[in-house]
């Protein structure tokens, strides 16, 4: 498994180009199953969960290609026929939004069987508002063998509360009602910018949406749907995460090729704890998205945050803002309202000499501690992120280890930070 081996103490300069959402770029790739004709996807990420969902559509014998484009890479999709409708476990165990082919095959084929994904190290991440959802579209689940079995001989369009705001869930039922008779509308839907994304995609590829960006959406079904070319928006936690390398380091950065719109919690949060972003700078000419320039106006002050839903603070930058407070004066009480046990990075830099209480969904961040390098290990995605903010910030070395987790959701972060003068480097072990 790779390492990241990282010597801290040293403030990031320059600027650094940000990848297509990872977020958006799934649902986007389970949207092309919806149509027999080609969908192009622009500006998509180079991470590994994007690899593992073009191994799902290759499994249920859908053509895909990726060609690398001076933005990230186009992935061109077309889902002519179905040769199997099962998503395996061993792919969805690897990536629970593999869950997202569930929607778009039911409507599509009439059949879906995917594994349940099963838990994750930051919570059950139970699918039960997923199927609750799709049973009210009409469709017959069962469940056998950890598999997930929906059937619909035509889904119908219908009203659906949703309990709890899921992004994933959202969009599956988005998905499956475009091809549903008659208008579904969802309520207490998510407003991420990343369920909006598909919901521009599947409006281009002619389905008929209204709501998006807002908790009550609706949908009105369609015979078919046609191919499209769609292009990726960027990735506002991938953003908000070298927001906080720089913050961390005492750096100024540049980062392009970013939607201010999208970090309005973070950029806001930051500026309180003494971080200067400035979204005024002019992209450069012909530039499709925009700039955000940061710099610390002095030493960082502790400030209190509680995730919500967007546009609240966001729960994929909780661990990153946690490894920032350990170098802010005074005490930062971070709340994790999304997720029961999204708090195993703290226990991690602790390793590194920060002082962190974790109470239940609560916890308590006193700085500023100065840290010091150590082996450490990643176990989620934002968790390594935060891991490695804080061996930037560290004196001497930190090893952090199983960065396959980073490799997720990250687009080559090591040679990203390196370009910004971290010293960071990979060791592949084997
Ligand atoms: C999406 O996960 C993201 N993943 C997550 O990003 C992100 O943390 C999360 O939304 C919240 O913003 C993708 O988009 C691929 P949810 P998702 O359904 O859809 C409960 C990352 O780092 N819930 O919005 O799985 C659930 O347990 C990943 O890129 C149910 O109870 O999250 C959680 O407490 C990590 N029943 C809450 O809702 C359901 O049927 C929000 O989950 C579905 C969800």
């Excluded at 409507?107 to 049973?135: D, M, Q, T, W, Y």
């Excluded at 609706?218 to 506002?236: E, K, Y």
């Excluded at 002082?355 to 989620?380: C, E, F």
């Amino acid at each position: 498994m790779d390492q990241f081996l990282i010597e801290g103490g040293r403030p990031l300069s320059g600027s650094v180009g940000i990848s297509g959402a990872k977020n958006a770029a799934l649902p986007a790739m389970a949207a092309a199953l919806l149509t027999s004709e080609r969908v192009t996807l622009h500006n998509v990420p180079r991470v590994r969960d994007i690899g593992t969902l073009r191994s799902l559509l290759d499994e249920l014998g859908v053509d895909s290609s990726v060609t690398h484009e001076d933005h990230g890479n186009r992935v061109e999709i077309e889902a002519r026929q179905l040769l199997n409708p099962v998503a395996p476990y061993e792919l969805v165990k690897q990536m629970r939004a593999s869950v997202l082919v569930l929607g778009p095959l039911l409507a599509r084929f009439g059949h879906a069987r995917v594994s349940l994904p099963g838990g994750c190290a930051i919570g059950a991440r139970p699918i039960n508002l997923h199927l609750k959802g799709l049973e009210a579209l009409g469709a017959t689940i069962t469940m056998d063998h950890g598999y997930v079995d929906a059937r619909a001989d035509g889904l119908k369009g219908t009203a659906f509360y949703f309990d709890t705001v899921s992004v994933t869930g959202t969009e599956n039922l988005m998905m499956a009602a475009t091809l549903a008779a008659g208008e579904t509308v969802l309520e207490n839907a998510a407003c991420e910018p990343e369920v909006v994304d598909l919901g521009h995609l599947l409006q281009e590829m002619g389905a008929q949406i209204e709501g998006l960006g807002t908790g009550r959406i609706t949908i009105r079904g369609v015979a078919r749907l046609r191919g499209a070319r769609h292009v990726i928006i960027p990735d506002r936690i991938e953003a908000g995460t070298f927001l906080a390398a720089a913050a961390i380091t005492g750096g100024e950065v540049t980062l392009l090729n970013v939607e201010p719109k999208h970090l309005a919690a973070v950029v806001a949060k930051l500026a309180e704890v003494g971080v200067e972003i400035d979204s005024s700078a002019p992209p450069p000419p012909g530039a499709r998205w925009g700039t955000l320039r940061t710099r610390n106006a002095g030493p960082l002050r502790a400030a209190d945050v509680t995730t919500q839903e967007y546009p609240g603070f966001p729960t994929d930058m909780q661990a990153q803002y946690m490894a920032l407070m350990t170098q802010a004066e005074g005490t930062a009480v971070i709340t994790e309202t999304i997720f029961e046990n999204r708090f195993l990075h703290a226990l991690e830099l602790a390793r590194l000499g920060a002082d962190i209480t974790v109470d239940g969904r609560r916890a308590l961040v006193r700085g500023k501690t100065p840290l010091s390098g150590a082996n450490v290990q990643a176990s989620d995605l934002r968790a390594s992120a935060s891991l490695v903010l804080a061996g930037l910030a560290a004196q001497g070395e930190t090893v952090v280890d199983r960065v396959y987790h980073i490799d997720r959701g990250y687009e080559r972060i090591e040679e990203k930070l390196t370009k910004l003068g971290a010293r960071i480097k990979r060791i592949s072990e084997g």
